[in-house]
């Protein structure tokens, strides 16, 4: 059975840093694309990151430059640090992943993920 479950998450001021990490159990983040998506109150869940088999990466624009993803040499857990943190960035985080090895044009499409975590909360305070 497959499981991702996400931790890291907690309360900051802006300007502090984080690290996110994911756990998977049942499956591999080195023979596919894995992804961090974020959903604030009231908003629609974003892609934030996406990693692929061959380790390339992409972001959204409003992380690019403060956020990396990253995953551990035996690819059984994915993380994202997250520096110079903004208020805006307080959402619920979440770890996805899918059949997928390439993150592609759709990669923030939370369709295209067959797992996901539970997710854990960031909270960024100005």
């Known amino acids: ?13 802006a300007g502090e840093s984080l690290r996110l990490s994911c756990t998977g159990s049942g499956l591999s983040f080195g023979d596919r694309a894995a992804a961090w998506f974020r959903q604030a109150p009231g908003k629609e869940r974003e892609g934030v990151s996406c990693i ?9 624009d409003s992380v690019k ?3 990396t993803i990253s995953r551990d ?5 994915l993380y994202l640090q997250m520096n110079n943190l903004k208020p805006e960035d307080t959402a619920m985080y979440y770890c996805a992943a ?19 975590g539970q ?7 100005s």
């Not at 890291?8 to 001021?13: E, K, M, T």
């Not at 692929?52 to 959204?60: Q, R």
């Not at 059949?99 to 797992?115: E, F, L, M, Q, T």
């Open 98 to 116: 899918g059949a997928r090895a390439y993150c592609s044009g759709s990669w923030r499409v939370p369709i295209n993920y067959d797992y996901w």
């Open 52 to 60: 692929e088999w061959t380790g390339g990466s992409t972001y959204t």
């Open 73 to 77: 040499n035996a690819k059984t857990t």
């Open 1 to 13: 059975q497959v499981q991702v479950v996400e931790s890291g998450g907690g309360s900051v001021q």
């Open 119 to 125: 997710g854990t909360q960031v909270t960024v305070s």
């Open 65 to 67: 430059g403060r956020f």
